[in-house]
């Protein structure tokens, strides 16, 4: 899985699509003592993904450790929610670390903050690999630098990723492919060609930039056999028409994919699943 953040400036406009991945790095063990839970393993049904989530905090100082799964894929999302009073958006590097395991993940990190709830969102692309570690471990620390550095046991972390990887399972047969199929694949879908090529300055439509229209576009799309895209559904809207119409319109007029394969090589249906963010830029 490779780190894909493709930006371009014009004068007025900025499109950034990133694609989560990692890079295995050496790192040191942090020696602090890990925050424990205060709250079990909770995992989350939403219609566009599967979200397992565990409390660290308390009302008065939150702090949260969450996990994203995609049906029909390895990758995974990390979370860290915290108390803030940042507004800034921020992307760099961070480091996943494991206790008892020399070996650290580098990772790329978008943190955001959510100001109805006045939380700090990081999030950080990583795989299902990675996680397992965590789980034999039983800590996963979390560096992001000028972000977090906590780190957090994880008692009970690989029971919880059954959970949650039936939970992706149940929400990939809602999206029209049966368990029997997901479990037959081996290796998901991927584009033949790096995505951000076709998310440039110049995709930016001009009515979203017309109204200064900026935000993130979730969309699933459907792969067939050959890999086609055959659908495309916007899951988590930007709040533009405009620009999750784009991302749609891009995504079946020029994308296409090498298709998901079983086992024995044979092609599979599949879904593959998006963000775009769409920024202006000064």
């Not at 008692?155 to 029209?176: I, V």
């Amino acid at each position: 899985m490779i780190e894909l953040r493709v930006a371009a400036k014009l004068v007025r406009s900025l499109l950034s699509a990133t694609v989560t991945g990692c890079t295995i790095v050496c790192a040191n063990s942090s020696l602090a003592m890990p925050h424990q839970p205060t709250s079990r393993w909770v995992v989350d049904y939403a219609a566009d993904a599967c979200l397992l989530s565990r409390a660290y905090g308390s009302d008065e100082k939150p702090l949260m450790l969450s996990f994203e799964k995609l049906p029909m894929s390895s990758d995974v999302y990390v979370y860290v929610f915290k108390k803030t009073d940042r507004v800034d958006l921020n992307l760099g590097k961070a480091e996943l670390r494991f206790s008892g395991d020399p070996k650290a993940a580098q990772v790329s990190f978008r943190a955001a903050t959510m100001r109805k709830e006045n939380l700090r969102r990081l999030m950080l692309g990583a795989d299902i690999d990675l996680l397992e570690r965590a789980a034999k471990s039983g800590s996963l620390l979390v560096d992001a630098r000028g972000e977090v550095n906590e780190e957090f046991a994880v008692p009970n972390l690989g029971t919880a990723f059954a959970a949650l990887d039936q939970c992706a399972l149940d929400l990939g047969r809602g999206w029209g492919i049966p368990i029997d199929e997901q479990n037959r694949m081996k290796e998901p879908a991927r584009s033949l060609e790096p995505i951000g090529k076709y998310f440039t300055s110049s995709s930016y439509p001009k009515a979203a930039l017309d109204k200064d229209e900026t935000g993130l576009a979730k969309v699933r799309i459907l792969i067939d056999a050959a890999g086609t895209p055959t659908d495309c559904t916007v899951v988590r809207a930007s709040g533009s028409s405009s620009l999750d119409a784009t991302t749609c319109r891009i995504f079946m007029k020029n994308i296409r994919f090498k298709p998901a394969t079983d086992a024995g090589g044979n092609a599979l249906r599949s879904v593959y699943v998006m963000s775009v963010n769409w920024l202006i830029g000064d």
